[in-house]
């Protein structure tokens, strides 16, 4: 590339880093807004189930990712599909939200969340989708839920932090000398977004500057190129955590593994994973190195749930579950066989 040529390229990037990218391809409009956190609803053309679907995206990515680009879009292939769509998204934390634990989410914005959507769409039953850590906390959400749920699809969900992926030696410190983490984070109060990314990136750091090679490869393809864009903004953008979330994470989950044990309590009740009946789909890939199949498979000998599917996919944690536009077959069918039709 010459220098000309280089010249341009980094000034088309720079107009890029000033982009946002936050409002989706997908109409949408607010029903419920609670602190910073807004609740989505995305209104099917033609609706053809009775069954809406309610998605819970992770604590430490905005999720933005699932309606990015046009044909690559989960909730645009939901809603083509005929199912209304709600989610619930968090917003950014800030200092005074210092002392929020997983308890305020589930009960104050999920359940909450839950209750709003129900009220507003007037159906009897709902589907919960929960992503990565969303998935825990749609399952722990699951287990003490009075609202009714029909379907429940974890996809990349960690529920078993028995064997660490990483930090190993940090683990065991923490557990075996019983190691107290808390000061750091209740000096800093909220864990800025630049922790979070940092601590991403010592997990994936191998394999971190393959996207700069095919952007390099690709930089003369404009959709590539745009969309390359995109997918790094999201990538980047990681959301702060309250340190009263990261001490629980750290406590419950890290040290104690309380979820998969059926320890885990939410306002001082069992949040067990047995209390779980909802029709369960489990979705995990082959190479995912935030979250390996032996945190998120354990989960189905857990579970109350008769009716309970497992599929492994190919690919990293940030797999799509969109395939040409179009919902893929194996959650295509599994939602069809379980979601009431609209006609019905």
Same mark, same amino acid.
């Given at each position: 590339m010459d220098d000309m040529k280089l010249g341009a390229w980094k000034k088309k990037m720079m107009?890029?880093?000033?982009?946002?990218? !936050?409002?989706?391809?997908? +109409?949408?409009?607010?029903?419920?807004? !609670? /602190?910073? +956190?807004?609740?989505? #609803? #995305?209104? +099917?053309?033609?609706?053809? #189930? /009775?069954v809406p679907i309610f998605i819970i995206y992770s604590l430490i990515n905005q999720p933005f990712i699932l309606d990015m680009i046009s044909g690559g879009s989960t909730i645009e292939a939901l809603v083509k599909k005929g199912f209304d769509v709600y989610m619930i998204d968090f917003g950014k934390p800030g200092l005074e939200d210092r002392d929020m634990t997983l308890d305020n989410f589930i009960t104050e914005y999920i359940q909450r969340g839950v209750k709003e959507a129900i009220k507003h769409s007037g159906a009897k039953e709902m589907t919960i989708f929960g992503y990565c850590l969303g998935g825990t906390l749609a399952a722990m959400y699951a287990s003490i839920a009075k609202e009714p749920i029909k379907n429940l699809v974890l996809f990349v969900t960690p529920v078993d932090f028995n064997t660490p992926s990483y930090f190993d030696k940090w683990v065991k410190v923490l557990r075996e000398d019983n190691w107290d983490s808390s000061r750091y984070m209740d000096e800093l109060g909220i864990i800025p977004a630049s922790h979070v990314e940092a601590g991403i990136r010592m997990v994936t750091s191998p394999i971190y500057f393959t996207p700069y090679l095919s952007l390099l490869l690709n930089r003369d393809n404009k959709a590539y190129v745009d969309k390359w864009h995109k997918f790094n903004t999201w990538t980047k953008g990681h959301i702060p955590l309250t340190s009263g979330v990261a001490k629980q994470i750290i406590e419950d989950f890290t040290k104690d593994n309380k979820l998969i044990k059926n320890e885990s309590k939410i306002n001082g009740e069992g949040a067990m994973l047995s209390n779980i009946n909802a029709n369960l789909l489990v979705v995990g890939t082959e190479g995912d190195r935030l979250v390996p199949l032996?945190?998120?498979?354990? &989960?189905?000998?857990?579970?109350?749930?008769?009716d309970k599917t497992s599929h492994i996919l190919t690919g990293g944690h940030t797999g799509?579950? &969109?395939? /040409?536009?179009?919902?893929?077959? #194996?959650?295509?069918?599994?939602?069809?066989?379980?979601?009431?039709p609209a006609d019905s």
């Open positions: 107009h890029y880093n000033e982009t946002p990218f !936050k409002d989706g391809v997908t +109409a949408r409009q607010s029903i419920w807004r !609670k /602190n910073k +956190a807004t609740l989505w #609803y #995305y209104q +099917a053309p033609v609706r053809k #189930y /009775n032996d945190h998120i498979l354990p &989960v189905m000998d857990k579970v109350g749930s008769v799509t579950s &969109v395939e /040409n536009g179009r919902l893929p077959g #194996y959650l295509d069918n599994w939602l069809h066989e379980r979601s009431e």
